[in-house]
Every structure is written in C-alpha cells, then in structure tokens.
C-alpha cells in the first residue's frame, strides 16, 4: 500500500477522543494511491510538532458536492470515520492508548507496510509469538506477545468451517517448537499442553505427542473427590437423596481408612485408594439390616473372622430375621431400595470400566502407591517425555464425559498448586485446551456439569498464580459458562454466523473496536480477528498453513456422491459397533 497525504486528497472534519472524521476530497487521486484501502485499515493522524496517532477506519459514507457553472454536475467524496487505537511516541514506536494532538490536526495518511511493521514489531524479540500475518498483507507477520497470550487464558472461538481446529493446531505447533539449539541437541522445550480432544481429530497434526484413549486412559473412581463421586452415583432429585449422600460418604471414607491404614487424616476428598464394591456391599447390607430392638446393634448372623466390627458391612454377610419386639429392621432398612440397584447397574456397565474396572497390565487395580505413574501420563512426565498430551474423548459415554474433563483438570491444577510449593526456582508452565467446550462446561445450571464447571472455573480464576491457563475452544461460545469465558484476556475469534454468538463476544471483548468486530461473520475461512492484551492493535490476521493438519475437514458430499457405489465391509464395521475391534 503506498502512502497517500496531502491536504489534496485528505481534509479532517471532526476530531474526538472516539471518532475522527475525515473527508476525501480527490476520489481520483485516493483511489490511483490507495487500491487496497478497506474497512479495517489504518491511518497516521499528525500535528505540526509531529506527533501522531493510529486510527482505525470504521465506516464511509458518501457527500455529494456540487461543481460547475449554469450546469451543475454532482461529484461524490467520502467521509471516513475512524476510531483512535494508539499514538506513536517520540521514537516511533507504537503505544496502545490515548495521546492528545494539536487541533485541528494536519496530516492524514494511510498507514503504509513500514508504519505497520513497526507496530507489530513493537513486542519484545524474546516474547514474540507469530502464527499468522496481517490480513490486508500477507508479508507482514503479526507477533504477539507469547507470556501475555499464554498466560491470560485465551478464547478461540468461530463457526462450523472457519477453521477453528486448524488454528488451534497451528497455536500449539508454535508453541512446542525447540528452538534451534534445542533442536541440534535432541531436547524438547519446557511446554507442557493437555488437549482435550472431543472428536478425536488432532492426533494426525501431533505425531509425536502422547495420546490417550478409553482404551489406554488410566483414570481410577478412587481420584474422584465428593462432588465428582456424588455426581455420578447419587441421583439427587430423589426424595431420600440425603440420606444416600450420608451413608455413601461414611462408606467411601469409612473405606479408605480400611485400605490405607498408615494414612493419619484420611477424608472423604483425599485421593487414596477405597474398593468401590465394598462400598456397594456396605450400601446394600445397610439396606438389609436388622437390628437389637433394645440397643441398636445390628444383628449380623455370622460375623467375618478377622475383620474389625467397623469394617464388617462391606463383607458379604447375612442378617437375622425380625422378631417382634425383639429384633426390628435397621436404620436403613429398604432407604435405598432403589439406589442399591443403579450401584450395581453403574458397576456393570462396561462401557464405564475404564473408571470402575481400571487394571494394570499384568493383573491388579491401580491403588494409591500408583497415583505417580497415573499423574505423569498427563502430564508428558513418562519415560518417553511429551510436550503435548492429547485426550481423545470421542470413545468416552457422554453421560460421565463432564466428569472426566472435571476429574483430569483438577489434577493438573492439584499438580501446579503442590508443585509452586516446592519448586526450585524452576516453573512448569501447563495450558489446558478445552475443544468444544460448550458441550462440558455450558452455561445451563445442570447438576451433571456442577462438578466440571467447578474444577475450571476455579482455573479460570486462580491458574495464572500456580502456572496453569486455558485455551477455550468453541463453535457456540454464547452457550459457554460466562464465568469462565469471562477470565480469558485473549480472543482469537474466527467467522461467527449466529447473532447471538456474534454479541455474546463482542460484548466481553476487552477492546471496544466495532469496526472490526462488526466483520465477524464476513471472515474468511484462516481470517481471524485477534484481541487482548498479548497485540498492539486489534488485528484482523491470516492463520498461517499448516504442513501437519487435524482430521477436521469436510466431506466432498456431491463431488463423492458422483463416485462409483462404494462396498462396505459390514463385519468390520459391526466389532466396532459392538466395541470389539
């Protein structure tokens, strides 16, 4: 882009802290100097002393003036309204901001590539992070400020096919990218990112990262805290649902006593090992009971050999009949007629074994000596160390996928919190992707999303401090937890064609530029406008080409329907279907 200023072509009309107007006078001469100028582009405003502030151009309306003698001929010019973004300062270097300017102002010109650079330039060599160029010209890169964006949690956020999962990958290709030393020397760098992945897509564009399944996902019930465990055991719409809460959290502690006896302060939150059947058998010979009618004991058959009293309800064992006035039915005799039966349902359903059946290899359930090895596979600690850790939680059932989110997330954050405590003077910096977050952490107030929403909303508020931040991913962020899209400072916000969804992020972006807001649902697909606290300006951009890409792209519908008709082979099929193969 040239540059064009001269009062033939440029005269300023209106000068205020939010808009200055400006007309064009020459619409020949702007047009031959300024072929690219678009909604969204730059002026430099100056004094006579030379200083200098950076406009964006927001809108353009057309005044019609009058030329010429007895015949009158209309000739059009424009006016520009531009909203100031930020001032030069005496070394040329931009500044985000206000700056007064004498009035009237002098010189308007378009921002040319030299005066653009020099804003994009403008972060600090160490700190720069570049993934994508400037929209309006592709050989500028645009560097943001790396700790800022990583650090203040980030929204990327757009429609179904504005290339929202190419994005993400291209991010996260940057971000784990040793330096050339690293490289010479066969190091990785210190980046440590868990993705959680909901359609299993983003393994292809990270070969070399840890990836974790249903299959090979270690996740035992046991870490579960009391919100996560009463979330997926207790209905609580249920009339009797405190008394299921109560009973349930003596045997759950009652338990972990038992099996970790060395243990001095054991609570129903400590993630140590219990035996999730026991608790079932405790449950259900409460249930059963029977009792002294005159001192309350409860009247056991035959008691198991070895086993102390307290621990005797999570045998198997049989209670004595009632006799009147003698012995009556327990505390909870038939209280949990209906709670004992969805125990057992959730116990054998196998599509949950990989959280209430998880095993080792070699035979035996992970315990609590285990819970070292079961961290590290999150977090990229293993004999072959990662960068990036993704979790593909397209096999997990949907009806216990927020609790795994929820599960995993605390750990991570349990991790940081210890690990700031202890440290020597190195930090563990960890992002925590969460793709298509509206389907976990929505903002419907359900009782199956309290749990997750609890685990990230406290990340969301108190992860900077201990080194842990979030990438929020979504296609409907309108349907997001506002307290949680609400902490991100950061925002990567792609082609977004629902309204709602266009307000709900104009309205908690930190900048108030509706001139480039406004091009929300007219972006290109690898357009994205970046705002926040990590760029000089907000900037509409061109995510760069990926060379590793997502397996998100879609079907060819009519160009494959043209195709000859394709064979299935149904038996291959079918072991998926059925979970054999």
Same mark, same amino acid.
């Given at each position: 882009?040239?540059?064009?200023?001269?009062?033939?072509?440029?005269?300023?009309?209106?000068?205020?802290?939010?808009?200055?107007?400006?007309?064009?006078?020459?619409?020949?001469?702007?047009?031959?100097?300024?072929?690219?100028?678009?909604?969204?582009?730059?002026?430099?405003?100056?004094?006579?002393?030379?200083?200098?502030?950076?406009?964006?151009?927001?809108?353009?309306?057309?005044?019609?003036?009058?030329? #010429?003698?007895?015949? &009158? /001929?209309? $000739?059009?010019?424009?006016?520009?309204?531009?909203?100031?973004?930020?001032? *030069?300062? %005496?070394?040329?270097?931009?500044?985000?901001?206000?700056?007064?300017?004498?009035?009237?102002?002098?010189?308007?010109?378009?921002?040319?590539?030299?005066?653009?650079?020099?804003?994009?330039?403008?972060?600090?060599?160490?700190?720069?992070?570049?993934?994508?160029?400037?929209?309006?010209?592709?050989?500028?890169?645009?560097?943001?400020?790396?700790?800022?964006?990583?650090?203040?949690?980030?929204?990327?956020?757009?429609?179904?096919?504005?290339?929202?999962?190419?994005?993400?990958?291209?991010?996260?290709?940057? #971000?784990?990218?040793? &330096? /050339?030393? $690293?490289?010479?020397?066969?190091?990785?760098?210190?980046?440590?990112?868990? *993705?959680? %992945?909901?359609?299993?897509?983003?393994?292809?564009?990270?070969?070399?990262?840890?990836?974790?399944?249903?299959?090979?996902?270690?996740?035992?019930?046991?870490?579960?805290?009391?919100?996560?465990?009463?979330?997926?055991?207790?209905?609580?719409?249920?009339?009797?649902?405190?008394?299921?809460?109560?009973?349930?959290?003596?045997?759950?502690?009652?338990?972990?006593?038992?099996?970790?006896?060395?243990?001095?302060?054991?609570?129903?939150?400590?993630?140590?090992?219990?035996?999730?059947?026991?608790?079932?058998?405790?449950?259900?010979?409460?249930?059963?009971?029977?009792?002294?009618?005159?001192?309350?004991?409860?009247?056991?058959?035959?008691?198991?050999?070895?086993?102390?009293?307290?621990?005797?309800?999570?045998?198997?064992?049989?209670?004595?009949?009632?006799?009147?006035?003698?012995?009556?039915?327990?505390?909870?005799?038939?209280?949990?007629?209906?709670?004992?039966?969805?125990?057992?349902?959730?116990?054998?359903?196998?599509?949950?074994?990989?959280?209430?059946?998880?095993?080792?290899?070699?035979?035996?359930?992970?315990?609590?000596?285990?819970?070292?090895?079961?961290?590290?596979?999150?977090?990229?600690?293993?004999?072959?160390?990662?960068?990036?850790?993704?979790?593909?939680?397209?096999?997990?059932?949907?009806?216990?996928?927020?609790?795994?989110?929820?599960?995993?997330?605390?750990?991570?954050?349990?991790?940081?919190?210890?690990?700031?405590?202890?440290?020597?003077?190195?930090?563990?910096?960890?992002?925590?992707?969460?793709?298509?977050?509206?389907?976990?952490?929505?903002?419907?107030?359900?009782?199956?999303?309290?749990?997750?929403?609890?685990?990230?909303?406290?990340?969301?508020?108190?992860?900077?401090?201990?080194?842990?931040?979030?990438?929020?991913?979504?296609?409907?962020?309108?349907?997001?937890?506002?307290?949680?899209?609400?902490?991100?400072?950061?925002?990567?916000?792609?082609?977004?064609?629902?309204?709602?969804?266009?307000?709900?992020?104009?309205?908690?972006?930190?900048?108030?530029?509706?001139?480039?807001?406004?091009?929300?649902?007219?972006?290109?697909?690898?357009?994205?406008?970046?705002?926040?606290?990590?760029?000089?300006?907000?900037?509409?951009?061109?995510?760069?080409?990926?060379?590793?890409?997502?397996?998100?792209?879609?079907?060819?519908?009519?160009?494959?329907?043209?195709?000859?008709?394709?064979?299935?082979?149904?038996?291959?099929?079918?072991?998926?279907?059925?979970?054999?193969?």
């Amino acid at each position: 882009m040239s540059e064009a200023t001269n009062s033939d072509i440029f005269r300023i009309l209106t000068v205020a802290p939010n808009l200055i107007q400006i007309e064009v006078i020459d619409v020949d001469k702007f047009k031959t100097d300024t072929s690219d100028f678009t909604i969204g582009s730059y002026l430099k405003i100056s004094d006579d002393s030379n200083t200098s502030i950076i406009a964006l151009v927001q809108s353009f309306k057309i005044k019609e003036t009058n030329v #010429g003698g007895e015949t &009158t /001929v209309t $000739q059009p010019t424009f006016i520009l309204d531009a909203q100031p973004i930020g001032f *030069l300062d %005496d070394a040329g270097k931009f500044k985000r901001g206000g700056q007064q300017i004498a009035i009237p102002p002098n010189q308007v010109s378009i921002a040319d590539s030299s005066i653009l650079k020099g804003i994009y330039e403008s972060t600090e060599e160490g700190k720069k992070f570049i993934f994508s160029t400037l929209a309006q010209n592709n050989a500028i890169d645009i560097a943001v400020d790396g700790d800022k964006f990583f650090s203040k949690h980030i929204a990327v956020v757009g429609s179904t096919g504005s290339g929202k999962s190419g994005t993400v990958a291209r991010i996260l290709q940057e #971000g784990i990218k040793p &330096t /050339v030393g $690293q490289k010479e020397n066969g190091v990785l760098n210190n980046s440590h990112i868990i *993705l959680f %992945d909901l359609h299993g897509e983003y393994s292809p564009a990270f070969t070399k990262s840890k990836k974790l399944d249903i299959n090979n996902l270690i996740l035992p019930y046991w870490l579960m805290n009391s919100e996560e465990l009463e979330e997926m055991f207790i209905e609580s719409s249920e009339s009797n649902s405190h008394n299921q809460i109560s009973q349930f959290k003596n045997a759950v502690t009652l338990n972990k006593k038992r099996h970790n006896p060395i243990l001095t302060k054991v609570n129903y939150d400590t993630p140590v090992y219990f035996s999730i059947d026991e608790v079932y058998r405790y449950i259900s010979n409460h249930n059963n009971a029977t009792k002294d009618a005159k001192t309350g004991e409860l009247k056991i058959k035959a008691k198991i050999p070895g086993v102390a009293n307290e621990f005797q309800l999570f045998e198997v064992i049989e209670f004595e009949d009632k006799i009147s006035g003698k012995i009556n039915s327990g505390p909870y005799a038939g209280e949990f007629d209906r709670f004992v039966p969805r125990l057992e349902t959730k116990l054998n359903d196998q599509r949950l074994s990989f959280l209430l059946k998880s095993e080792k290899s070699g035979g035996g359930e992970y315990k609590t000596e285990d819970l070292s090895d079961i961290l590290k596979q999150f977090i990229g600690y293993e004999t072959d160390k990662n960068n990036i850790t993704i979790i593909d939680l397209s096999g997990i059932p949907f009806e216990v996928l927020s609790l795994v989110v929820s599960l995993i997330s605390r750990l991570v954050f349990d991790f940081c919190f210890y690990y700031k405590s202890i440290k020597d003077d190195k930090e563990i910096p960890f992002l925590l992707v969460l793709e298509e977050a509206h389907n976990y952490i929505p903002q419907t107030q359900g009782a199956k999303y309290h749990s997750v929403k609890k685990s990230i909303e406290r990340i969301a508020k108190e992860g900077r401090k201990y080194g842990l931040s979030l990438m929020i991913v979504s296609q409907r962020p309108s349907e997001i937890s506002e307290t949680i899209f609400s902490q991100c400072n950061n925002f990567v916000a792609m082609r977004l064609t629902n309204p709602t969804d266009q307000q709900y992020v104009k309205r908690l972006m930190p900048d108030n530029v509706s001139a480039i807001t406004d091009a929300l649902p007219v972006l290109e697909r690898q357009e994205a406008l970046i705002i926040g606290d990590s760029i000089p300006i907000p900037t509409i951009v061109k995510i760069k080409s990926l060379t590793e890409k997502p397996a998100s792209s879609d079907i060819n519908f009519r160009t494959e329907w043209k195709k000859d008709w394709t064979e299935i082979v149904f038996d291959e099929l079918i072991k998926k279907i059925k979970k054999e193969g």
